[in-house]
């Protein structure tokens, strides 16, 4: 059975994904908290001098705010039930997205 497990682990390792990444890419915006607890903001990081439009997605999927950002600006969102919600920010063509949870106090 040891045997098995090696040459199991031996095989995972030859053929895994060795691939290195020379930089991650993050995403332009930051929600603060988050978690949170009903209300919540998003701000573009200032270091990028641009306007992006920023949408919010309900739990069950439906469209509950849209916006105009501008960077070095934050915007509050109020949240009116518990879960996981959804942003996307659109810049320069690009389109990122974050997750937001909601919990109760």
Do not use: W
């Amino acid at each position: 059975m040891h045997i098995l497990r090696f040459l199991l682990f031996a095989l995972l390792l030859a053929t895994g994904c060795n691939k290195e990444i020379d930089e991650v890419l993050l995403p332009p915006f930051t929600v603060f908290p988050n978690p949170c607890q009903g209300f919540c903001q998003i701000a573009l990081i200032q270091s990028i001098p641009v306007t992006g439009n920023a949408t919010l997605f309900a739990p069950n999927g439906d469209e509950i705010a849209r916006l105009t950002m501008e960077s070095g600006n934050s915007y509050a969102f109020q949240l009116p039930e518990e879960g996981v919600y959804v942003v996307t920010v659109h810049l320069d063509g690009e389109q990122y997205s974050g997750q937001i949870l909601n919990t109760l106090p």
